[in-house]
């Protein structure tokens, strides 16, 4: 497998004509707080309990992967004690840029969802979390700009800035950073929300997550159900990657990949697989482009929506080097706590570059299968899953391909033309 790296630069941004005006809305540089507040941002919150049943009225679902919905959290940590909030805007994963444009870009609208998010759960201790440094620069501005306005919020807020892993932004690896300790993951329990910052409860939100809640202050619960599905309701920001229209766009959920191909004038029929939900789902074969965007339509075919990254795979790429690239940075990118993540990362990452590599034989694939399932929950944080996805995922799409593999003769990687960058789909902002 011929390895290089690179990073794909996102260039263009740009919302589907369905979303309305919500995350991207046109914002074309940097929103300052003039303009935030001309479209209605930093309203008064007349009555919190309202609110809170409005948020959770809309079916709004976390947006760093494990969507969950976000009204369930806010009403758990606002039963707690002193409860604590922070915004997580760390996107350790490759394939995505929505998290960083949104504070570089939209610092008002996610600082005023993380004001919500205090409100709404009694919170006076507010924190965002970043690794970007132009991010943590935006947000720091945009406080400035708010204290020089002489908006008063009742809260204390602080901007960390950890170094960029893969883990750092996984909620307990927050917790810990944030308590003084390294950016990384410990196990559960205590979960953050019973035990989080400081011992005290604490709701650790995905920045895009956040951005929704004043949007749903504003359009009311109906207001913000007018687009997506009944059970992944509102817009999502999309991070799409592999060479056929990359770009972060602003999607209702719904819409499918072909119809997103289609509306940015690409040919789905160029498509092999899709690279689902970061590195976190795995490939999906090309049927997945007429799958609904939704977390659980994702869900019923075996793979996920995730962050909201889509890596296409093209018809001149291999699923098997692909998915082998991504093991191969999930063995070296773990935080090498567990014994069951390093050793079990390590292991299939051996088996996909021995079938990369036309070595690996009918046993080796049944050693990955074993894996792909028994390795699952073993670990102190997702990245086992995330890498068991991987296995299981090429395993159950392409298991024809992963038999070429063992028989030492794949057409893709016979014609020479795959070109695999490591880590593959990475892209950063401009
Ligand atoms: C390995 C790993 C890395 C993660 N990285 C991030 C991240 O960078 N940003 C993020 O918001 N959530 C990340 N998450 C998810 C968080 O643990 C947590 O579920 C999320 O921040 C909750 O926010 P939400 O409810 O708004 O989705 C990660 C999870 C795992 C397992
Ligand atoms: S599961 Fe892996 S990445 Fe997560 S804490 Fe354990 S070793 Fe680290």
């Known amino acids: 497998m011929s390895l290089t790296t690179d990073l794909e630069v996102v260039g263009t941004v740009t919302a589907h004509p369905d979303a309305g005006d919500r995350l991207i809305a046109g914002v074309p540089d940097r929103e ?36 969950f919905p976000t009204g369930t959290k806010l009403r758990t940590v606002r039963s707690g004690q002193s409860p604590v909030v922070v915004a997580n805007g760390e996107e350790g994963e490759p394939a995505s840029v929505k998290d960083r444009w949104l504070l570089r870009h939209r610092p008002h609208l996610v600082l005023d969802g993380l004001r919500l998010a205090g409100i709404l759960t009694g919170a006076h201790d507010l924190h965002v979390y970043v690794s970007d440094p132009a991010a943590e620069s935006s947000v720091t501005d945009a406080l400035g700009e708010v204290a020089e306005a002489g908006i008063n919020w009742d809260a204390k807020i602080s901007v960390t800035r950890v170094d960029p892993t893969y883990v ?61 599905t009944a059970d992944s309701p509102g817009t999502f920001l999309l991070t799409l990657t592999g060479g056929l229209g990359n770009g972060l766009y602003e999607v209702p959920f719904g819409l499918t990949v072909r119809q997103v191909l289609t509306w940015l004038g690409q040919d789905p029929d160029q498509v092999r697989a899709l690279l689902m939900g970061g590195y976190f789902s795995g490939v999906l074969g090309a049927q997945g482009l007429d799958v609904t965007l939704d977390y659980d339509a994702m869900r019923q075919v075996g793979s996920g929506l995730g962050c909201g990254a889509i890596g296409v795979v093209l018809q001149d790429r291999c699923p098997v080097a692909v998915s082998a690239a991504v093991m191969a940075y ?14 079990g990362t390590a292991a299939m990452a051996a088996v996909l570059e021995g079938l990369v590599e036309y070595k690996a034989s009918d046993e080796d694939v049944r050693r990955l299968t074993y894996w792909s399932s028994f390795l699952r929950g073993r670990g102190a944080c997702g990245t086992l899953d995330g ?44």
Do not use: M, W
């Not at 999930?330 to 050793?343: M, P, T, V």
């Open 330 to 343: 999930f063995a070296r990118e773990n935080a090498q706590q567990c014994g069951s993540c390093f050793n």
């Open 387 to 430: 890498a068991t996805n991987v296995a299981a995922a090429l395993l159950r799409e392409f298991p024809e391909l992963v038999d070429a593999h063992v028989a030492g003769s794949c057409a893709t990687c016979d014609a020479g033309t795959v070109r695999v960058v490591d880590p593959p789909f990475a892209v950063g902002l401009p």
């Open 32 to 67: 300052g707080l003039d303009r935030y507040r001309a479209t209605g941002g930093y309203a008064p919150v007349e009555d919190a309990e309202a609110l809170l049943s409005a948020v959770e009225a809309s079916g709004l679902r976390g947006r760093g992967g494990a969507a």
């Open 168 to 228: 750092a932004g996984e909620e307990t690896a927050v917790v810990r950073a944030l308590n003084g300790g390294p950016a990384l993951p410990q196990d559960k329990p205590p979960r953050p929300f019973d035990s989080g910052v400081d011992g005290r409860p604490t709701l650790v939100s995905n920045v895009e997550t956040l951005a929704n809640l004043p949007l749903i202050q504003r359009l009311g619960a109906d207001g913000y159900r007018a687009v997506g």
